[in-house]
């Protein structure tokens, strides 16, 4: 199996030189389902945060579908970036901006033509069934539905991964399960490499994942 | 609604500026207007004992503009009834040959002296009245008009940098979170200031829209010529080729350059 993410020594940390992640190794394969879990502090959001390059690695190797973070240019940074999808706790999304355009973002950017975006789009609302909030903005929405709109972009450009934080941290149990099952669905219907970040494994998955966990800045697979 | 409160804190801040910097070009042309009726009125007078030439007058002293002789006709004419015929003739004989000397600009008192005593060094000039007493008078007045106006430039200057450093920061906060999220999915800079620029430029030119309109109408009604017509000046409020011109080009700038200083200062959040 091709490995879409390489990790060797890898040591994380922030400007204050505090280390976060201390020489650890792993590898991701792809199609992989992957939880990372964690107390509160212990380097998730930040293992996290250097797998789509916003935080560079301080020694060792990372790699992310064949591009090498270690001093990354802002070019290559971008080019890895539009083959990610990336969901967050609180949603990211653009709130002067409606639903469709939140969605449509990783097309714009990757220059795909207007017309077919649009397919896309509804094609994706459909999927994370918002089609009859179309031409809503964010706010108008609620947690469940923003973090649905947040996924269908994740989903929008076809990522080779996608990287989720905390997906779902602020959500009811019901609309947890909606993006559990459009996290599992990204990973048995489309092949893509799933990475997400949680305090709690739900019980109800049903895809075979693997499970990392991090303790005093060491990174290891739980079997 | 939204995206009316987003455009207005950059339109009022550019209308602002627009506006004062208006202000400043009205009292500026009011100012030269004043100074062109000065020199009008100003004039030297020189008295020679032979006739002079203009053009060599013109072509040795280059802050002359004409050199007019003053008839003594109105003052002989006084003395026809108090004296003969042959007197007369005397007196216009002996009597000396008077100029009416105008300048270029209005002078500035070393200018005037200068002048006045290059002009004695000339074979056939006794006399040279500058009235340099009033000129001084008038000249300093000019001078504290002139250093009014250059004060006012400096305060719109400075209320200029104020405003922009705190749209800069309004705008950071209004365009970060934006700018971020597209940063998250590889946006490259161009893309991610698009947005930026494009508001940037059609406030830019909504607000100089707007000070156009408002000094146009101003000037179509003619509502501050009264004022100037009271001080014997004229000045147009707006020109609308120059000063539209140079409005838009102010708008554009600043807003443009908002744009790139919010951009080059923009940093991802980690």
């Known amino acids: ?223 | 609604m939204k995206s009316i409160r987003s455009h207005f804190s950059l339109i009022a801040a550019l209308f602002t500026i627009l506006f004062t910097v208006q202000v400043y070009q009205i009292l500026d042309r009011s100012i030269s207007s004043y100074e062109e009726t000065l020199r009008a009125n100003y004039s030297m007078v020189v008295i020679a004992t032979s006739a002079l030439d203009e053009g060599p007058i013109k072509a040795r002293f280059p802050l002359v503009r004409s050199l007019e002789e003053i008839s003594p006709e109105k003052v002989i004419k006084r003395l026809e009834e108090d004296m003969d015929k042959t007197s007369l003739g005397l007196l216009r004989a002996s009597l000396p040959k008077f100029y009416k000397l105008s300048l270029e600009h209005y002078p500035q008192p070393e200018e005037v002296d200068m002048l006045s005593s290059k002009l004695m060094n000339q074979k056939a000039i006794k006399k040279v009245e500058s009235f340099s007493q009033t000129h001084d008078q008038i000249y300093k007045l000019l001078l504290l008009y002139k250093g009014v106006t250059q004060i006012f430039a400096f305060a719109i200057f400075i209320v200029t940098m104020l405003l922009i450093a705190k749209e800069m920061r309004i705008w950071q906060f209004q365009h970060q979170d934006r700018m971020n999220i597209m940063a998250l999915f590889g946006a490259p800079m161009m893309l991610r200031s698009a947005v930026l620029f494009r508001l940037a430029i059609m406030d830019a030119l909504i607000a100089a829209t707007l000070i156009l309109a408002a000094f146009g109408i101003i000037s179509v009604n003619g509502w501050a010529e009264p004022y100037f017509a009271d001080i014997n000046i004229h000045v147009t409020v707006f020109n609308y080729a120059k000063d539209s011109f140079l409005h838009y080009a102010i708008a554009l700038s600043l807003s443009t350059l908002l744009a790139s200083m919010l951009i080059l200062t923009h940093k991802e959040e980690v």
Not at chain 1, 92 to 112: H, Q
Request: proline share 3%; net charge neutral; with cysteine.
């Open chain 1, 1 to 223: 199996m091709d490995k879409v993410i390489i990790a060797k020594d890898l040591t994380l940390s922030y400007n204050n030189n505090e280390t976060i992640i201390n020489q650890s190794t792993f590898d991701i394969n792809s199609g992989d389902f992957v939880f990372i879990t964690g107390a509160s502090g212990s380097g998730k959001s930040t293992l996290l945060k250097s797998l789509y390059g916003a935080l560079p690695p301080k020694k060792g190797e990372l790699s992310v579908g064949g591009v090498t973070l270690n001093n990354i240019s802002s070019k290559k940074l971008n080019f890895l970036r539009r083959h990610v999808g990336i969901v967050f706790q609180d949603y990211k999304l653009i709130k002067e901006w409606t639903i469709e355009k939140n969605v449509m973002l990783p097309l714009i950017i990757s220059g795909y033509a207007k017309d077919v975006s649009e397919v896309q789009v509804q094609k994706l609302l459909t999927h994370v069934k918002l089609n009859h909030q179309l031409g809503k903005y964010p706010l108008e929405l609620s947690g469940g539905e923003q973090q649905r709109v947040a996924m269908a972009r994740a989903l929008a450009h076809n990522p080779i991964i996608i990287l989720a934080d905390e997906p779902t941290g602020n959500l009811d149990d019901y609309s947890s399960q909606v993006i559990w099952n459009l996290l599992e669905g990204a990973c048995t219907q489309l092949k893509t490499t799933v990475v997400v970040v949680t305090h709690h494994i739900p019980e109800t998955m049903k895809v075979d994942y693997k499970h990392f966990h991090i303790e005093y800045g060491s990174i290891y697979e739980v079997n």
